[in-house]
């Protein structure tokens, strides 16, 4: 039988991890074969290639080159795009994953072109229509023909969309099956000290790690001095390592807020490879953090995290794993941060299918798919 074209479509750093084990499951298949697109939405070195190098994804067949952008020029540029080699490489299936711009741009030129769909990370909803990615969300599993999803709370989010059950399956978390293939491998925090030249207060389990970069919370001056002051406030009892996006470097210098953050009990690092991420993560007292994915990877370390930001998609995380909600307001990142060193925090749990094998349940579920519409 000739092997089943499967195109995945990568554009933003936190889609590396999740594609990286779905591309190792397909390759291990003998019915389909893996196609991947990136579409270049983050093109740093820093944002793509340490991952790409790290996790052994294969480099893309196709690399669009779409850049930064508004998400109106952004999106429309990755469809423009996309659209020639979708037609060029005429595969069986389309899969995307999470829920930045490539997504749903991707999503959208494939379901007009009568490519099923697959969605890989479905059905996680924050409740917040002002979160750009909550509305890649809505409108990808709306177009999806497979949804692939991480907890069980997904289903009923999507069952009052209208989505049918059917089109649903729980498989687990990919992104924690790369976190857990990659766990040994981990690049100590002292090695990443070393390598930053970072003074002697940074040691193992006695800092917090810091990432910002939702615009909620970057993109309003108001609200980052707000939460730089607080931050500045709690580095003086633990210090901080801050791995800076390159959003959030750029808002802080043009806000002129540097000097808020410039103590030697902060340590501002480039953005990190994912290896030196996950001895960052590992090794923390604390993770203080904006990320989705974040939250999930603490919850799996058994890490406490305090999540700045109102709402979160991903609320197995609160309810089984290690995270605390506080949203921007010093007193409460304050209570949460106190109740963490003194009480060491929620302890938490592994999530259901949180186990390493999300990747392979998703490829045999696309194999019999595909076997049914033979
Ligand atoms: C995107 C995703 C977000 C995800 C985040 C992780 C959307 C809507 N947002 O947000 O869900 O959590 O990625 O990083 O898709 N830049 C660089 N180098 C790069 C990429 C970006 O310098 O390689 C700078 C550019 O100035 C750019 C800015 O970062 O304008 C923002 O990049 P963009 O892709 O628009 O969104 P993110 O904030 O990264």
Same mark, same amino acid.
């Given at each position: 039988m000739q092997q089943a074209k499967i195109l995945c479509v990568v554009g933003a750093r936190p889609n590396f991890m999740k594609i990286a084990p779905v591309m190792a499951a397909l390759g291990a298949s003998s019915n389909l074969a893996p196609y991947l697109v990136h579409t270049g939405q983050h093109y740093d070195a820093a944002m793509k290639h340490a991952f790409f190098d790290q996790l052994g994804?294969? @480099?893309?067949?196709?690399?669009?080159?779409?850049?930064?952008?508004?998400h109106a020029v952004q999106t429309a540029e990755i469809m423009r795009r996309f659209e020639p080699v979708l037609d060029r490489e005429q595969p069986a299936l389309m899969l995307v994953v999470g829920d930045v711009n490539s997504t749903i741009a991707c999503a959208l030129v494939a379901t007009k072109k009568g490519v099923p769909v697959v969605h890989v990370?479905?059905?996680? =909803?924050?409740?917040?229509?002002?979160m750009p990615e909550e509305v890649n969300r809505v409108l990808t599993d709306q177009i999806s023909d497979l949804l692939f999803i991480t @907890? =069980?709370?997904?289903e009923p989010n999507l069952a009052r969309e209208g989505?049918?059950?059917?089109?649903?399956h729980f498989v687990g978390n990919v992104m924690i099956d790369t976190l857990r293939a990659q766990l040994e491998k981990k690049i100590p925090a002292a090695t990443s000290f070393n390598d930053a030249g970072a003074?002697?207060?940074?040691?193992p389990g006695a800092y917090g790690l810091l990432t910002l970069h939702r615009p909620s919370n970057v993109d309003d001056p108001e609200v980052l001095k707000r939460l730089l002051t607080i931050l500045r406030a709690l580095s003086e009892e633990l210090p901080l390592v801050f791995p800076v996006h390159p959003r959030t470097e750029a808002k802080i210098r043009e806000t002129g807020l540097l000097n808020l953050i410039d103590s030697p009990r902060i340590l501002m690092l480039p953005p990190q490879g994912y290896l030196q991420m996950l001895g960052l993560m590992a090794e923390a007292q604390l993770v203080l953090t904006d990320s989705g994915g974040i939250q999930e990877e603490t919850t799996a370390l058994g890490v406490p995290c305090i999540t700045?930001?109102?709402?979160?998609?991903?609320p197995i995380t609160v309810t089984q794993g290690t995270n605390t909600i506080v949203g921007t307001s010093p007193e409460k990142i304050r209570a949460a941060f106190d109740d963490v060193m003194t009480g060491g925090g929620k302890a938490g749990r592994v999530p259901e299918l949180?186990?390493?094998h999300a990747a392979e349940r998703i490829v045999s579920v696309l194999e019999s798919w595909l076997a049914e519409r033979q």
């Open positions: 994804i294969p @480099e893309p067949d196709e690399d669009l080159g779409v850049g930064s952008g508004s990370e479905a059905g996680l =909803r924050s409740g917040d229509r002002a @907890e =069980r709370e997904a989505i049918d059950g059917e089109r649903v003074d002697v207060i940074f040691q700045l930001r109102e709402n979160t998609e991903r949180w186990d390493g």
